[in-house]
């Protein structure tokens, strides 16, 4: 198989699809759309990280500095990790002769645990932060602030750790003929288990400070997010538990991802 994305049909994408023939799976083939989608989103996150420069840059304008840069800095590389991993385990980019068979390492690491529970950690910080200093009155600093982000993380490098561990067959495993990352059902379901408890205490947070007037609107940004993220959430967990095999589907990988 190659290991490069193509914007037309190649002799490795033929071979796979004629493989997925003989193993009764209807394979599309990587190609054309699946670029343009590719080229599109990146172009959309390269914009965010010159946004994200730019604020680092001018970090001590006020109007910026209550943004919290560093933070949003943060987020937007937690998002550009998740885009990264969704491009192994959604089955966008040919993975044979690259790192990107190791689909753990992406899978896991990359999209779950340094992509989407980062950013949603991240978020929460922010969330909480706000409420501390609008409600109680307490700094945006020390570890009142920071020890909850920290328990939270030390839990997703045990959970990290643990399918990490865990054999292959029971996790994620690299499938060489369709050359896609296969999912396990229990591991599927812990991962969802773990990123919809995650959104839930994101809401929460988000909840608490509803009635903050002086955030500039943070209140209502967090609570569109929340909105727009559990659609997408409820969307991406019906999609994987309704057609599990998503990504050997074009229409329907593209469809996800974006």
């Not at 609008?134 to 909850?148: I, M, V």
């Not at 328990?151 to 067959?169: E, I, K, L």
């Not at 599990?244 to 593209?254: E, G, V």
Request: hydrophobic share 50%; charged share 15%.
């Amino acid at each position: 198989m190659g290991n490069r994305l193509s914007f037309s049909l190649t002799a490795s994408e033929q071979r796979r699809v004629e493989m997925g023939r003989l193993m009764g799976e209807r394979v599309d083939a990587r190609g054309l759309g699946d670029g343009i989608m590719v080229v599109v989103i990146a172009v959309v996150y390269f914009i965010d990280v010159l946004a994200a420069a730019y604020m680092l840059w001018h970090r001590r304008y006020p109007p910026i500095k209550c943004k919290s840069p560093i933070l949003m800095a943060c987020m937007v590389c937690a998002g550009v990790l998740w885009f990264a991993g969704d491009l192994q385990t959604n089955g966008h980019v040919p993975l044979a002769g690259t790192a990107l068979t190791n689909c753990k390492a992406f899978g896991v690491w990359v999209r779950i645990v340094l992509g989407v529970c980062t950013l949603s950690a991240l978020i929460a910080m922010r969330a909480y932060g706000l409420f501390r200093v609008f409600r109680n009155n307490q700094p945006f600093r020390g570890w009142g602030l920071f020890a909850p982000y920290a328990a939270y993380c030390a839990c997703m490098a045990v959970y990290g750790v643990v399918s990490q561990v865990v054999a292959p067959r029971l996790t994620i495993q690299y499938v060489s003929a369709l050359d896609i990352c296969y999912y396990h059902a229990g591991f599927k379901a812990s991962l969802f288990a773990v990123i919809w408890a995650t959104w839930l205490i994101v809401a929460f947070l988000s909840w608490r400070i509803r009635n903050i007037k002086s955030s500039f609107n943070e209140a209502r940004e967090s609570l569109l997010a929340c909105s727009a993220v559990f659609a997408v959430l409820i969307f991406t967990t019906i999609m994987h538990y309704t057609s599990p095999k998503f990504a050997l589907s074009q229409r329907l990988r593209i469809v996800t991802t974006s």
